[in-house]
Nanobody, 119 residues
Framework: QVQLMESGGGLVRPGGSLRLSCAAS????????MGWYRQAPGKERELVAS???????NYADSVKGRFTISRDNAKKTVYLRMNSLKPEDTAVYYC?????????????WGQGTRVTVSS
């Protein structure tokens, strides 16, 4: 079993910053890609950012220049630093991790952490 524990969401004013964290634990041999998705009310879940084992990153156009994804492999943790937050960033943010478990890659999702950007 693999568990993902997310933290860091909350209420922030426009222009503010937050940092999300997602720590993986369990019977993990290795971790491949780590990423963050979000789902706003009435909308589909979308990719926000991802980072592979080599450190290459990918961002949604809407967050480029404002958000930074990073990972600490020793801690099995992925972070999302969010700056210059806008009301349209309001959503539930989900961590997604691809893990090698007993010879097979599996996708795992966190429980979600809510981010609300409002004055």
């Amino acid at each position: 079993q693999v568990q993902l524990m997310e933290s860091g969401g909350g209420l922030v004013r426009p222009g503010g910053s937050l940092r999300l964290s997602c720590a993986a634990s369990g019977n993990i041999f290795s971790i491949n890609t780590m990423g963050w998705y979000r789902q706003a009310p009435g909308k589909e879940r979308e990719l926000v950012a991802s980072i592979n084992t080599g450190g290459s990153t990918n961002y949604a156009d809407s967050v480029k220049g404002r958000f930074t994804i990073s990972r600490d492999n020793a801690k099995k943790t992925v972070y999302l630093r969010m700056n210059s937050l806008k009301p349209e960033d309001t959503a539930v943010y989900y961590c997604n991790v691809t893990c090698l478990v007993v010879g097979t890659y599996y996708d795992y999702w966190g429980q979600g952490t809510r981010v609300t950007v409002s004055s």
